[in-house]
T-cell receptor, first 114, second 114 residues
Framework: DSGVTQTPKHLITATGQRVTLRCSPR?????VYWYQQSLDQGLQFLIQ???????AKGNILERFSAQQFPDLHSELNLSSLELGDSALYFC?????????????FGEGSRLTVL | AQSVTQPDIHITVSEGASLELRCNYS??????LFWYVQSPGQGLQLLLK??????LVQGIKGFEAEFKRSQSSFNLRKPSVHWSDAAEYFC????????????FGTGTRLTVIP
């Protein structure tokens, strides 16, 4: 158990819909990262937050947004969903904001868009 | 731009045999290097990491990896594979400056046959 909690574990929805994925980082970790894992793209970094502020941005679509709340949990919002958004979405956390501290991953949220 | 290449998509080894998983990276300086393992339905777990110093690093579960600067490689090895090692293995690169997000290779799926 990494200490990172993601909900829901599975989600099935239709194209055009909007979903919210939630992540609770390990106790004490200030950074949260979101990754998308799909068969054709592999594991892609989406975005990082550190103590409530956006720290780094990767291949995140404009239809996607994220935020980190004062209690440090994070949400990833996916809107106008397309079939290609079907993937496993991972959240990870780390203590710091930079350098190369270890990332601890949750078990992921599997999104299926029909 | 940084990139990580894992040339082997799928490797099959017999239980008890030795294992080497290849990883090459492209980056202007020496990055931080990681190997993660993902078991079915699980998140990613850190096996080992290289920041600096001794180029041969030991990890959990009997794994080791060697950083070779001249070859831009960070191959993962295990002298004797166990059936429980069957999983997907990801090599990742972290930058020494800036944000802490990791860039992952496409992964190598390991099958262990009795």
């Amino acid at each position: 158990d990494s200490g990172v909690t993601q909900t829901p574990k599975h989600l099935i929805t239709a194209t055009g819909q909007r979903v919210t994925l939630r992540c609770s980082p390990r106790s004490g970790d200030l950074s949260v990262y979101w990754y998308q894992q799909s068969l054709d793209q592999g594991l892609q970094f989406l975005i990082q937050y550190y103590n409530g502020e956006e720290r780094a941005k990767g291949n995140i679509l404009e239809r996607f947004s994220a935020q980190q709340f004062p209690d440090l949990h994070s949400e990833l919002n996916l809107s106008s969903l397309e079939l290609g958004d079907s993937a496993l979405y991972f959240c990870a956390s780390s203590a710091g904001q930079g350098g190369a501290g270890e990332l601890f991953f949750g078990e992921g949220s599997r999104l299926t868009v029909l | 731009a940084q990139s990580v290449t894992q040339p082997d998509i799928h490797i099959t080894v017999s239980e008890g045999a030795s294992l080497e998983l290849r990883c090459n990276y492209s980056y202007g300086a020496t990055p931080y290097l990681f190997w993660y393992v993902q078991s079915p339905g699980q998140g990613l777990q850190l096996l080992l990491k290289y920041f600096s110093g001794d180029t041969l690093v030991q990890g959990i579960k009997g794994f080791e990896a060697e950083f070779k600067r001249s070859q831009s490689s960070f191959n993962l090895r295990k002298p004797s594979v166990h059936w429980s090692d069957a999983a997907e293995y990801f090599c990742a690169v972290g930058l020494q400056t800036g944000a802490n997000n990791l860039f992952f290779g496409t992964g190598t799926r390991l099958t262990v046959i009795p």
